[in-house]
C-alpha cells in the first residue's frame, strides 16, 4: 500500500512557533509587579509635572484652515492630555517588548487609575461656581470641556492599541467604560459652571428688577 505523506516539516514548525513564542515572557510575569508598580509611578509624576501651574498651556486652532469646512468646532484643551496619553503609548510599547499577558493587563490597570487621576486635577479646575468667573475662569472651564472631549475621543483609539497588542485572553476585559464615563460627567459639569457663573452675574441685575 503507498505510504500517506504526513505534514511537511515547515509545516510542524508551524505548529509549532504559536506555541513556544511568548512562553519565557510568560515565565516572568508573575515577578514583573515592581516594574509595574515603577511605571504607574512614573506616570503619576508626568501627570504632575504636566498639570503643575505655569506648565499645562492651553493649545489648539480658534479658526477653521477652510473656510469651506462648515462641520469645524474650535476646540482649546490642556497640553497635559497629549503629553499623557503619549507617555501611557510608551509604557505600552515598552511592556509589549517582554509582555503581552498579565504584566501588559496590570499596566492596563495603571492606565486606568492615572486616567481617572487626570479626571479629578481636570474637575478641580471648574471651581466651586458659587460666584460669577472672570475671563480667566470661563477660559479654563472651556479649556476643561475641551480637554475632557479629547480624552473622550482618544481613549477609544488607545483602547484599540491596547486590545491589538494585548493576549487574546485579556481582550475582552480590556475596556475603559468607567473612565469614560468620569469625562462624560466632567463635560457635564463644566456646562453646569458655566450656567451657574452666568446665573450668578445675573443676580444683581434681577434683584434690581424685583
Known amino acids: 500500500a503507498k505510504k500517506t505523506a504526513g505534514p511537511s516539516a515547515a509545516e510542524n514548525l508551524d505548529d509549532f512557533a504559536p506555541r513556544f513564542r511568548g512562553i519565557i515572557s510568560e515565565c516572568f510575569d508573575a515577578y514583573l509587579s515592581t516594574w509595574v508598580q515603577h511605571e504607574e509611578k512614573q506616570l503619576l509624576e508626568v501627570l504632575d509635572r504636566s498639570t503643575a501651574a505655569g506648565t499645562d498651556k492651553i493649545v489648539g486652532?480658534?479658526?477653521?484652515?477652510?473656510?469651506?469646512?462648515?462641520?469645524?468646532?474650535?476646540?482649546y484643551i490642556y497640553s497635559s492630555a497629549p503629553t499623557l496619553f503619549a507617555s501611557m503609548k510608551g509604557s505600552m510599547s515598552k511592556c509589549a517588548d517582554f509582555s503581552t499577558h498579565n504584566t501588559m493587563f496590570d499596566i492596563f490597570q495603571s492606565f486606568r487609575k492615572v486616567v481617572s487621576h487626570y479626571c479629578e486635577r481636570l474637575e478641580r479646575l471648574l471651581g466651586s461656581g458659587a460666584a460669577p468667573l472672570d475671563a480667566a475662569g470661563v477660559e479654563a472651564v472651556c479649556c476643561v470641556y475641551g480637554t475632557a472631549d479629547y480624552c473622550l475621543e482618544t481613549l477609544p483609539q488607545f483602547c484599540e492599541l491596547l486590545q491589538h497588542v494585548i493576549s487574546s485572553e485579556f481582550r475582552e476585559h480590556v475596556t475603559f467604560e468607567n473612565e469614560q464615563e468620569l469625562l462624560r460627567n466632567l463635560m457635564n459639569n463644566?456646562?453646569?459652571?458655566?450656567?451657574?457663573?452666568?446665573?450668578?452675574?445675573?443676580?444683581?441685575?434681577?434683584s434690581k428688577m424685583k
Open 190 to 206: 463644566a456646562n453646569k459652571t458655566l450656567v451657574q457663573s452666568v446665573n450668578c452675574s445675573l443676580d444683581e441685575a434681577f
Open 61 to 75: 486652532n480658534a479658526e477653521a484652515e477652510d473656510e469651506d469646512d462648515a462641520g469645524f468646532e474650535p476646540r
